[in-house]
């Protein structure tokens, strides 16, 4: 089932149509608006008993289940050894081979997780990192 929103008041809307389809699941990429609309959605989804999945921890953050995205310190090193090799080796960049990160970090909501009886801990293995949060209503 999709559905999309640009404002809070869409995303809300298309939150409620996702719950009254009965969806076991809802994964949202990553997008500004549906991060600032998290907060008003993710209890909804907790009722409901539908894990929310995202494309970034930000996500977890405000309410959401999970985050899944790259691991930026690993992404990091991978373009700082490429530079270098640009750089200091002189190799041409269009003879470089494309790289893929096959791993990156889960960020899972423990406070939602327990809300929705979820058992994250398989997830720990399977990820290059993992961090466990609880929701802020605030950014520090």
Do not use: W
């Amino acid at each position: 089932v999709e559905k999309n929103g640009t404002t809070n008041g869409e995303v809300r809307r298309a939150a409620e149509a996702l719950i009254e389809a009965d969806v076991e699941a809802v994964f949202t990429p990553t997008d500004n608006t549906i991060m600032t609309a998290a907060l008003g959605i993710y209890e909804k989804f907790i009722e409901a008993g539908i894990p929310h999945y995202c494309g970034a921890d930000s996500f977890a953050l405000n309410g959401a289940y999970l985050g899944y995205g790259v691991n930026y310190a690993t992404l990091g090193t991978e373009t700082a050894n490429m530079v270098a090799e640009i750089l200091v080796d002189g190799k041409d960049p269009a003879t470089l081979p494309v790289k893929v990160l096959d791993n990156g970090t889960a960020t899972v909501n423990t406070d939602t997780a327990e809300a929705l009886g979820l058992d994250y801990e398989k997830l720990r293995d399977l990820c290059d990192g993992f961090v466990e949060i609880q929701t802020a209503e605030e950014f520090e």
